[in-house]
T-cell receptor
Framework: RKEVEQDPGPFNVPEGATVAFNCTYS??????FFWYRQDCRKEPKLLMS???SGNEDGRFTAQLNRASQYISLLIRDSKLSDSATYLC??????????FGTGTRLQVFP | GAGVSQTPSNKVTEKGKYVELRCDPI?????LYWYRQSLGQGPEFLIY????????DSGLPNDRFFAVRPEGSVSTLKIQRTERGDSAVYLC????????????FGQGTRLTVV
């Protein structure tokens, strides 16, 4: 079993739609959690950290469920510029960041 | 620029040759990571340095892969006897170190073994 699992997609949604991505992790000792965004042929960049209480940054909301070892990302009012791959990232201790395969999002007009 | 710099951006080498990939992290960042990314996959952890020492090298696939960071800044990933399966984008990232979790990535080195 992979340490971090994501649905690879692609998710094809119209502008203005709400879309949600899920991620599960296998190591119950995981300490911190993130979503990174990666554009085609570019490097990953931090989108947001994920906190136990849930957190929001504009149109983006991240949730963590430690009991179920599950992380989610919700994007509201999708824009064309949101088209990218979204990587779920888990710090399993010793500052080792483990990435999921990524979920591809394509927003169409 | 002030970001993570990786050289070369592209490298084509013949099977069996030796290659070195260089990473220049953001100034002052003590933590440095190497990842490998194949098409359609997420970045795969290779090795993590805290200062000059390798804090975790459990992701190196075999003894053909080796990385150094002798002065706690620039790092070099070395691959001996390259194989076609080594073809991938090699990404380097740095962060301020333990307790500071955001990792900043370089643009990667695209390695092609022919």
């Amino acid at each position: 079993r992979k340490e971090v699992e994501q649905d690879p997609g692609p998710f094809n949604v119209p502008e203005g739609a709400t879309v949600a991505f899920n991620c599960t992790y296998s190591n119950s000792a995981s300490q911190s959690f993130f979503w990174y965004r990666q554009d085609c042929r570019k490097e990953p960049k931090l989108l947001m950290s994920v906190y136990s209480s849930g957190n929001e940054d504009g149109r983006f909301t991240a949730q963590l469920n430690r009991a179920s070892q599950y992380i989610s990302l919700l994007i509201r009012d999708s824009k064309l510029s949101d088209s990218a791959t979204y990587l779920c990232v888990v710090n399993i201790g010793t500052d080792k960041l483990i990435f999921g395969t990524g979920t591809r999002l394509q927003v169409f007009p | 620029g002030a970001g993570v710099s990786q050289t070369p951006s592209n490298k084509v080498t013949e099977k069996g040759k030796y290659v070195e990939l260089r990473c220049d992290p953001i100034s002052g960042h003590t933590a440095l990571y190497w990842y490998r990314q194949s098409l359609g996959q997420g970045p795969e952890f290779l090795i993590y340095f805290q200062g000059t020492g390798a804090a975790d090298d459990s992701g190196l696939p075999n003894d053909r892969f080796f990385a150094v960071r002798p002065e706690g800044s620039v790092s070099t990933l070395k691959i001996q006897r390259t194989e076609r399966g080594d073809s991938a984008v090699y990404l380097c990232a740095s962060s301020l170190g333990a307790g500071e979790r955001e990792a900043f990535f370089g643009q990667g080195t695209r390695l092609t073994v022919v």
